[in-house]
């Protein structure tokens, strides 16, 4: 097997002719000329005839020729030929190649053969080479999907009268007291990167009463886990005069239902792949409060639930008992107490409207067994927002940037955050997060 | 004037049978009775009667009654009432009160007064109390124009089907060399705030060929300028399978034309609020080859241009005379001279092909007066790419995550940055940039 040298950057004749056509598209071209783009999948040379699997960004396809020297893999090149169906080929047709180019040659082989759909790598080194393991198909994949995941939160939030904002990254204290912060030095001054944008998006309710973010978030945990990444992409959420978190719920149910038809119209042929399964979202996604939820657990699977949360196992022993009684894979895990909620967090009303200290309009998104939003009602009197920090003993002084906006009228308000990457991968079946991002950052990971 | 207390948080009657209507739809309810939610704009009472300006997401509306017991300015409140034509009203309608609720009455004034359209305080105060001043009219108008414009920047390079992507913000390097880097601690390891995206969304066009991001990016520059944001929002594109910049200048031309058009569709009242007007794109945005500019701005303005790039004066009058022969606002500067490009920026070739060692494939785009945009194509091919980081001194070793990729078969490819800020602070006439972002972070500001 030879490579030939890179051709002069000039179009071929064909180029000038014949549009390009996508890897996808060829069941629309059947016995046609067709024009692809795209990088050496992989190749094979039996001497007389030469198989080349062209990967562009719709897919794959096989091209059949004689007397080609194919270049390296993960070269860049061009093909023409005509398109004819071949039932074993990958999408029931191959292409019969007529003209052939390199449009930039690999210079060396990759470290890891793209092509395998699985690595028997430490799936470090697969890391450490992220800036080309992330072509092949599965990886990719996660990519993918997490983009329909994005566009329909903004297309659907869009719809239901939402503006988008911008808040800043690099703030002056944390959101959530204080812990696991990265610190930075702002011209002298001590910074840190946002773990959340919790109070600005509050703030810009006060402006546009319903808002989301897209943007990246940070938090410094020491500890690696399958779930957690350094920086992660987070979907923020805050809408204005509401009743209660009831609202909030309606409106991430609705939202939910949105991402999964766009992925059922987009990403049919990346679940395929990755052998995972869209899930249906209930019309209304059952509810349970957390106090009733440690106890169905306790009292059907024998699993005593310590702390005042619930733990990964409960998690997922209540995910499964939704599934089975209910057919959901979604389940709101709401009325959490005050003690596994931020000081923002509003607590539950009595029914004479009397704040309960115990409770709060907090709530959980658990999917197929993993807690994938927290969300609820937030604090809007100032009066009861500053009896909170005081209470959560933090510095007052240090919070008047934020508390200072609640003393002008906001209205009764929720959100909540997903982490897109989490969600991602929960979806697809990924073991470990860091696969659901192109370029994670761990405890020793700053690289590529 | 009096205020009462806050109403317990139970909807009005009104509340359960009437739903929500919106200030800007006044006109489509003209004699009905309509239930309107917002803040306080401003208030008067005439003893007998009371004026309420009301003001939602939508604009603001005059509301009548008497015997209101009016609250604090920025009260959040209900207002259930009749709809009825009068042409000095804002909008041309009024809204007669027959029901009123305050949901959330001001503890206190605010520190400026909303209503103003312009505020006679040091625009520094003004920044201070950013978390209520961002509710004022114009304030608010340039982040809904910024929202519009980003929501546009999505839905047209989904149509050219490209893929969003994010990337990591914390890096091991500089994009652009090292300078004007905020420094990170990273878990012990010196780490840095991404200047922009660059190196990433290169690697990903061997992934999905057409990448873009909407992401912050930083620089830690020490200098103010009413033009320079320690913080912004970084509009990036990276095409794969280009020809050459051509290629990204016409993506870019048709953005635009999709931008403008969705401003022209959704923010009209905010460009009459604001005096602004939108500009036509051309459908051939002119060029110009950055040296015929330079000689252009001295032969025909006798401005001598300094350096190797164009000063701001040289901006403004090159956009002046594309303005007076062109009608165009826009231009794009072609063919940089390499001292004023980065080290990635591809060389222009001679015609048989061999690189320039003095011009690049880089432009840059003015838009009334200023840059807002740095594109072109750039290097794909490894042997060019490692001549130019040595040539650029920089050192080859910490260049290897982003340089070895190359050695896989990079397309050719080309992208650019538009600066959302920017962008917006121009369209809006606005003249510093730090109000065309929620919460700015510059030199001395890092609150709230």
Redesign the interface.
């Known amino acids: 097997m030879t490579t030939e040298p890179?051709s002069?950057?000039v179009?071929s004749v064909s180029a000038l002719t014949l549009p390009?056509t996508l890897t996808r598209q060829l069941n629309q071209h059947d016995g046609q000329r067709v024009r692809l783009?795209g990088?050496?999948h992989a190749r094979r040379d039996l001497g007389g005839v030469q198989f080349l699997v062209l990967r562009?960004?719709s897919g794959i396809t096989q091209c059949v020729g004689s007397g080609l020297h194919l270049?390296?893999p993960?070269?860049?090149v061009e093909v023409v030929g005509r398109v004819k169906a071949h039932p074993k080929a990958p999408g029931g047709y191959e292409v019969q190649v007529e003209e052939f180019r390199v449009?930039?040659?690999?210079?060396?082989a990759?470290p890891l053969e793209i092509p395998k759909m699985e690595w028997n790598v430490n799936p470090e080194t697969m890391l450490d080479y992220r800036?080309?393991s992330?072509?092949g198909l599965r990886e990719?994949a996660a990519?993918?999907v997490?983009?329909e995941i994005?566009?329909a939160f903004?297309t659907y939030l869009?719809e239901q009268?939402f503006?988008?904002?911008?808040?800043?990254?690099?703030?002056?204290a944390g959101a959530e007291g204080g812990a696991n912060l990265?610190?930075?030095?702002?011209?002298g001054?001590q910074?840190y990167?946002a773990q959340s944008p919790q109070l600005?998006k509050q703030?810009?309710v006060?402006?546009?009463?319903?808002v989301y973010e897209?943007?990246?978030v940070?938090r410094?945990e020491?500890h690696a886990t399958s779930r957690h990444l350094?920086?992660y992409?987070s979907l923020d959420v805050e809408m204005?005069?509401i009743?209660d978190e009831e609202d909030v719920m309606t409106l991430q149910n609705g939202l939910l239902t949105a991402i999964m038809q766009r992925l059922k119209d987009t990403c049919a042929a990346e679940f395929e792949l990755l052998g995972a399964t869209l899930p249906d979202v209930p019309a209304h996604i059952p509810r349970i409060p957390l106090l009733e939820a440690r106890q169905l657990v306790t009292e059907k699977f024998g699993h005593v639930v310590g702390g005042k949360d619930l733990d990964p196992e409960a998690e997922r022993l209540l995910s499964q008992h939704f599934a089975e009684t209910q057919g959901s894979d979604f389940v709101f895990v709401t009325k959490y107490p005050r003690a596994a909620r931020p000081f923002y967090a509003h607590p539950e009303?009595e029914t004479d409207?009397t704040p309960r200290t115990d409770l709060t309009r907090g709530y959980d998104l658990l999917f197929r067994g993993i807690e994938i939003t927290s969300g609820g009602q937030r604090i809007?009197?100032?009066?009861m927002l500053m009896d909170s920090i005081r209470a959560y003993k933090m510095n007052p002084e240090a919070m008047t940037?934020?508390s200072?906006?609640f003393?002008?009228?906001?209205?009764?308000h929720g959100g909540f955050a997903i982490g897109?990457e989490r969600l991602t991968a929960k979806l697809l079946g990924i073991a470990n997060v860091r696969y659901a991002?192109?370029?994670p950052?761990d405890?020793?990971r700053?690289?590529?």
Do not use: C, W
């Not at 503006?163 to 002056?172: A, D, H, L, N, R």
């Not at 990265?182 to 011209?187: A, P, S, W």
């Open positions: 890179q002069p950057q179009p390009r783009l990088f050496v562009d960004v270049p390296l993960e070269s860049s449009i930039s040659a690999a210079v060396e990759p800036y080309v992330v072509r990719r990519l993918k997490q983009g994005v566009y903004h869009r009268g503006t988008e904002i911008s808040t800043p990254k690099i703030v002056s990265f610190k930075l030095d702002y011209f001054e910074a990167l600005y703030i810009m006060g402006v546009f009463e319903r897209v943007a990246p940070y410094a020491e350094n920086e992409l204005g005069f009743h009303l409207g809007h009197d100032y009066a940037g934020y200072e906006v003393k002008h009228g906001m209205p009764p897109a991002r192109a370029f950052r405890r020793h700053l690289t590529p």
